[in-house]
């Protein structure tokens, strides 16, 4: 007997927005993952943003996209808006350079 291998994605979460405990937001996100047809591989955390540059986090997802040919990357909604890159960038770094494409879920 055979298992089909689903598609893997990634997962991103901001630290800043999450209550102490992380692991009922990175089940929703394996939920929302499993419900979609993929398996969910890493769930990236960033710290609260504070450069106007590319939030390292982030930078670390969209490198591991490209490693992995990953096309997927589920998120609670909010944790891409409020930083100080704005969230269409982020959406097209993501989309450009790893050819990943957002799912923002409601927690």
Known sequence: MTTA???LAYGYLRDDLLDD???PS???LRLTAES?????GTV??????QSATLPPAF???VQECRRAAAHTVITLRGHL????????????VLDV???AAVHEVEF
Request: net charge negative.
């Open 59 to 61: 930078v670390d997802l």
């Open 21 to 23: 405990h992380s692991s």
């Open 97 to 99: 350079r790893a050819d």
């Open 5 to 7: 291998l689903l598609p």
């Open 44 to 49: 990236f955390h960033e710290p609260a943003p």
């Open 36 to 40: 979609l047809g993929y398996e969910l």
């Open 26 to 28: 990175e089940e929703r």
């Open 81 to 92: 808006s409020n930083m100080s890159v704005c969230r269409m960038v982020l959406l097209t």
